[in-house]
């Protein structure tokens, strides 16, 4: 059972990773559960304030994610079409076969959004898109350190554990 929770575990922790910048995948709350998959085997000691501070974190983040690219936009005059160009920017920028597409279809897509709202000033939308694009990046950079540093734990506390989480009973 240890190994099956471990599996489901690093999967989940790899799946928080890609869901830092996969706007369909809830990275922070992935890498959570992957956490607590390690920590529900009996291989590895319960410490539940670890297990419970990371939820609180990836809870925050999790809500922040929301409210950053939100902040960025407004800070800088855009509207929430600026808000919605830059999510499906980056869906766009992921499949597109272009170098730097992840970076390059968030600011294209908040740009076009903008233009969409108010298409009679250029030098407003250019900057209400790059509000956007950097609340989006502000945003993605925090989850991707959360969840990078989940992964980090995740790792050194199956290598701890390493001979009790594969042990053959």
């Not at 410490?47 to 950053?68: K, M, Q, R, T």
């Not at 407004?74 to 499949?95: A, D, E």
């Not at 233009?115 to 209400?128: G, I, Q, V, W």
Request: charge should be neutral; hydrophobic fraction near 55%; charged fraction near 10%.
């Amino acid at each position: 059972m240890d190994i099956l929770l471990f599996t489901l575990g690093l999967m989940l922790v790899i799946l928080g990773i890609l869901g830092s910048f996969l706007p369909v995948l809830p990275g922070p709350p992935l890498s959570w559960l992957g956490l607590a998959m390690l920590y529900w085997t009996d291989a590895v000691d319960s410490e539940p304030w670890i297990l419970w501070g990371a939820f609180a974190a990836a809870v925050i983040i999790s809500v922040l994610d929301y409210a950053i690219p939100a902040m960025g936009t407004k800070r800088f005059g855009g509207s929430q079409k600026g808000i919605w160009g830059t999510n499906i920017g980056l869906v766009l920028g992921i499949i597109a076969p272009i170098p730097l597409g992840v970076i390059i279809g968030p600011f294209l897509g908040a740009l076009a959004g903008e233009l969409l709202h108010d298409s009679t000033n250029f030098k407003r939308a250019f900057r209400a898109a790059t509000g956007s694009f950097l609340g989006f990046l502000t945003s993605t950079f925090i989850k991707l350190v959360y969840c990078l540093v989940v992964a980090a734990y995740f790792i050194y506390q199956s290598a701890s554990h390493a001979s009790a989480i594969f042990q053959t009973s």
